[in-house]
DNA sequence: ACCTGAACACCGTTCAAGT
DNA sequence: ACCTGAACACCGTTCAAGT
């Protein structure tokens, strides 16, 4: 680093203290829009809340994201740089789940993530490059285009390393649901590990991605191909 | 039917087509909502524009729903209360794939409900019924309690019978994306069977599902359980 | 160039009042 | 008992104006 470079970096670091005098950009509008979600939950997330933390008129806002839903867009590009770049070395099976269980280590430390990244009409580009790079190691592993295709769609929103939680908060009566009942008690995990309400946890995220990447990698050792499905499920 | 039952049916019939004359119950409310969603989408359903349909003060839905949470929570029982009971005869993997797809069937036609269903916060009694239902199908397939508690978590929101879509709608540039570009072109299947924009298709989800129900079946046959997950991929 | 203030067209929901 | 109208505390976003 320069001397300048770093005076400058000083200068803004001493104008931070002082509140309006930085000019905004558009990093600093997106991470203060994480950091606020974190804190106060995406429902509490305006573009006037956001102004007010940022000590700005809400339409200083409008200078760097078009609109709340670019800014949601920006929000999501923020966290999914965060996930590690793929290991190297690992089969493609390995280097699939390794990835996806850090995509979830870095998603799962926003609530919101889960529920905005599926909201998206339109991809962000760093959520293609995720993409792509997945896509890539399952090509590389030597899995066909065609059943890579496939895999993708059924790995799904699991891709992020989260599902959307499909079971009741409360425990319902149990003369109307009594086998809800009967498996609600077996494999009482940690409730810390499902971070904000609405997540799964560690363990059946991971049953879940194994029952799935079993299932590609037995499709492909079958030479599987979409004309020609063949599929048994003998032990 | 009796004489004065059939009067009164009557009645209510001709006051019908005076608008605003039949009192609002619950019931009409709900539908009157999924009917809305159903042409305006989702997000264009608010009490304001629901209250303007039925020709009703705003103010006066709040005799019928508590709130637009309540309301929502309604609309969803209104579209699973559509979904076929199971039906008899069948083993537990083909029961529980029918049950799903006739759950895909029901739901799809509504392209809010994915959404809607995913983001309640407690789950509307109908929602335990079908849930409750599905686990007594496993479990009367000789699936241990164990193992269901698993699954069930694995099958996750596709017990709906969709999944939200996660590719992109434009194509992306190549140059940066060659993989996605690899794997764009295989499997061109109908845009029409994508309900709504965000939703999959037929033959993707019958991919994935059939996946989970195999890998599912599997581990049942391997009397897998929680404190012994052996498991083998090979074919 | 960058930010502001007022205004517009909406929300869900409260409250007190009407019939 | 059931519905209404006005009002409150919010939204995202436009526009014309400020420096």
Redesign the pocket.
Known sequence: MSRSERDTQHHNVAQAAIP?R???NRDRVLRAAVVLADEVGID????????QRL???????????????E?LDGMVSVVVAEIDPPMPGLDWKRAVRERVLSARHALLRHPWAPHVIESRTQAPLVVLDYMNSLIGTFLAGGLSADLTHHVMHALGSRMWGFTQEVFPTPQPPAERFPHIIEIASVGEHDDKSAVGRGCDDQFEFEFALDVLLDGFERLHNQGWTSTNPVRTASP
């Open positions: 309006g930085v000019p905004l509490s997330l305006s573009m006037r809340s956001l102004a000590g700005v008129a809400p339409m200083a806002l409008y200078k760097h994201v078009a609109s709340k839903e800014l």
